[in-house]
């Protein structure tokens, strides 16, 4: 084997390790950023709810919230079901069609109501 050959090979493996190397790392950053983007939504999903559901304390108008929450699961297809509890139980906002994969809830999000509302808090479950 000639030296031209032999360097030929080690070059060619350092330009192959390098470039392996560097998808590596690309495809790393790529998932975490992936990763950060859908934490992003998530908190913008209950903060949303949270400001729709006090403002909806604050108008005494349950309505107002019930549409929020049934937009979401519409609007949105990461958003599976959505159920609320105004302390008459459980209710679903919005269900995913049939067929959907299954969900995993994100929380419960507790809203209370304004200091000196005779109104109870809401709880909303996002799926």
Known sequence: MSIRLKLALVIS???????????GAF??????????????????WKANAANIASESMLADDPLMLIDYLQGLTRGQREIARVRFDTGSGWEDAGR???GAPRAM?????????PPGSKRRGVAIELW
């Open 13 to 23: 493996g350092a330009v192959l390790a390098a470039t392996l190397a560097a998808s």
């Open 27 to 44: 495809l790393s950053l790529q998932a975490a950023s992936l990763r950060r983007a859908q934490e992003e939504k998530v908190s913008l």
């Open 96 to 98: 995913a069609a049939p």
């Open 105 to 113: 809830r994100i929380e419960t999000l507790r809203v209370e109501p």
